[in-house]
Nanobody, 116 residues
Framework: QVQLVESGGGLVQAGGSLRLSCVASGTSISNSAMGWYRQAPGMERELVAFFLRGGGTNFAEFVRGRFTISRDNAKNTLYLQMNSLKPEDTAVYYC??????????WGQGTQVTVSS
């Protein structure tokens, strides 16, 4: 059974940084399509950054130049480095992995709050 556990969220001032982690179990993240989404109160869940299957990444325009997605296959862990945070980045951040049969898996989410 695939499980994803996020950590690293918290409260930070505008302009600050956070690094989110997502530890996967039950499957290898190597070559998996996986990434990060976020959901602010009252808003739809939206893509933040994603590793595409077969290579390449996809970033939302609002995070280009500020956020970096990476992964450590040996640790089976996905990361999201977030710099120059803004109050509008406040949201619950979710890790997502697309299984080999196309099934989506989600973590429980980690809260990021950016104060002005």
């Amino acid at each position: 059974q695939v499980q994803l556990v996020e950590s690293g969220g918290g409260l930070v001032q505008a302009g600050g940084s956070l690094r989110l982690s997502c530890v996967a179990s039950g499957t290898s993240i190597s070559n998996s399509a996986m990434g990060w989404y976020r959901q602010a109160p009252g808003m739809e869940r939206e893509l933040v950054a994603f590793f595409l299957r077969g290579g390449g990444t996809n970033f939302a325009e609002f995070v280009r130049g500020r956020f970096t997605i990476s992964r450590d296959n040996a640790k089976n862990t996905l990361y999201l480095q977030m710099n120059s945070l803004k109050p509008e980045d406040t949201a619950v951040y979710y890790c997502n992995l697309i299984g080999r049969l196309g099934s989506p898996y989600w973590g429980q989410g980690t809260q990021v709050t950016v104060s002005s």
